[in-house]
Nanobody, 115 residues
Framework: QMRFVESGGGLVQPGGSLRLTCTNS????????VAWYRHVLGHQREMIAR?????????KYPDSVKGRFAISRDNAKKTVYLQMNNLKPEDTAVYYC???????WGQGTQVTVSS
């Protein structure tokens, strides 16, 4: 079964940084593009980054995170990362990773930006 495991979230002050990690136990994880999503309180879940099998961006970062977030992957480790810098309170959300179009989701990791 495809199993997404997100980690690295937590409580951080505005202006701080976090690196989220996404792993998957499925042997075919590295054969697909992977995206990061977030579900902000009071909003719909949105895709904020997408990366190809070859470690290249596939989606323009939305204005809300452009210049602050960056996606990367290590296929040998079956791991995808989301580096988040200069965090803002409005970044508070549950963050998920997934193969685009795959209907099942992991538990996500909570990011809370607050002073």
């Amino acid at each position: 079964q495809m199993r997404f495991v997100e980690s690295g979230g937590g409580l951080v002050q505005p202006g701080g940084s976090l690196r989220l990690t996404c792993t998957n136990s499925d042997r075919f994880f590295s054969d697909y593009p992977v995206a990061w999503y977030r579900h902000v309180l009071g909003h719909q879940r949105e895709m904020i980054a997408r990366i190809s099998v070859f470690n290249e961006d596939e989606l323009k970062y939305p204005d809300s995170v452009k210049g602050r977030f960056a996606i990367s992957r290590d296929n040998a480790k079956k791991t995808v990362y989301l580096q988040m810098n200069n965090l803002k309170p409005e970044d508070t959300a549950v963050y998920y990773c997934n193969v685009p179009g795959f209907p099942d989701w992991g538990q996500g990791t909570q990011v809370t930006v607050s002073s």
